[in-house]
């Protein structure tokens, strides 16, 4: 079974493998209902990544279970259209 719940967990283990050997240190992304969202926070934190996500204001809503499961892996998500947070 994947922690993230679906089969994108496979190019987001690579994607985030690759911007760590770049030196990246946080990523950003858009989810539409969570899956890649979800898939992407794992990863992220797997390879010590930061990861802001941008979420489709209604699945945002929608799914507290998938807002849940990348909040758990450590992501930071906005729902979409909207300001982010500030953090000063």
């Known amino acids: 079974m994947s922690p993230a719940g679906s089969h994108k967990l496979n190019s987001a283990l690579a994607q985030a493998y690759y911007a760590k050997q770049q030196g990246v240190t946080n990523i950003t992304t858009e989810t539409g209902a969570g899956q890649w969202g979800g898939a992407l926070s794992y990863a992220a934190k797997k390879f010590g990544l930061e990861l ?6 209604v699945s945002y809503e ?18 979409s259209p909207s300001a982010p947070a500030r953090t000063s």
Request: overall charge positive; cysteine-free.
């Open 52 to 57: 802001a996500v941008y979420m489709v204001k």
């Open 62 to 79: 929608q799914k507290p279970y998938r807002r849940s499961i990348m909040q758990t892996f450590g992501a930071a998500i906005t729902p």
